[in-house]
């Protein structure tokens, strides 16, 4: 996540669960630990004067347990939840928490949920490096030996190739073809409109229609989010839902 850390407490009232994840969270080179608390209502007290990124809490604990200290959380805090039991993983999910960690777990899977988070607030405080590229309305693309300047507004999606690009627009039914790598526009264009969901899909995220479990749909052309991309798109989904 460039230079940016990702500041966090840890909350459980095992000692040595404590101390376990404090130590992952010190080989993260990503992660800054800010507090560890014995319960949810130490979290709690911390938190008012000095909000973080990210908490790993764990579930049951005595007086306030980990989902209902989630759901008094302000939108912007996310959750890792650790826990012994696996029977909360549906809770866990349903106050949109990153990732849930079953106890005992290892550096392994620590750093695959660290990284589910480090995924999210990239999307979300790494903006500052496309601040000049969001200004951008239009491409120059070379297509059929003419230089053709595609409006930003009017492209659905990019579908990649090979070596080529597909630019499908609205109200045109043939899209506009151009030599070009799919990673290489991908540098070119406004984050806050465009977002890669597959090895072959760049779409325009202001023309999506609907999302269907794993799909986007856009002109009635289905498009899959891939697995590597999930993280990002899902983040994406939430942070603009209106009862997030």
């Known amino acids: 996540m460039s230079n940016l850390k990702i500041t966090c407490v840890i909350v459980d009232d ?60 302000p939108k912007e805090t996310r959750v890792i939840f650790t826990t012994a039991f696996d029977q909360y993983a549906l809770e866990g999910f349903k106050v949109e928490a990153l990732d849930y960690l079953l106890k005992p777990f290892d550096y392994a899977e620590f750093l695959s949920a660290a990284n589910k988070a480090n995924t999210w607030f990239e999307l979300v405080k ?17 297509s059929e030996y003419k230089q053709l300047r595609i409006k930003l507004a009017d492209v659905l999606y990019f579908e990649g190739l090979k070596d080529y690009i597909k630019i499908w627009l609205k ?5 506009i073809l151009t030599l070009m790598s799919l990673k290489s526009l991908e540098e070119e264009l406004p984050e806050t409109q465009f977002m890669r969901v597959h090895r072959s899909f760049i779409v325009s995220l202001n ?16 498009i899959t989010v891939s697995e590597q991309y ?12 209106l009862n997030s």
């Open 230 to 241: 999930k993280p990002k798109f899902l983040a994406f989904i939430n942070n603009n839902s």
């Open 207 to 222: 023309n999506i229609d609907i999302i269907e479990r794993s799909q986007i749909i856009i002109n009635e052309q289905r």
């Open 171 to 175: 109200n045109n039914p043939k899209p």
């Open 14 to 73: 095992e000692p040595m669960a404590l101390n376990l994840v404090e130590s992952y969270v010190e080989k993260t080179p990503f992660l800054e630990l800010k507090k560890k608390c014995s319960n949810a209502i130490e979290a709690m007290e911390f938190l008012k004067t000095e909000p973080v990124d990210l908490l790993f809490l764990d579930i049951q604990m005595p007086d306030l347990t980990g989902i209902e200290f989630s759901k008094m959380l």
């Open 126 to 142: 790494g903006k500052k490096q496309s601040i000049v590229s969001e200004e951008k309305e239009f491409l120059f693309v070379k």
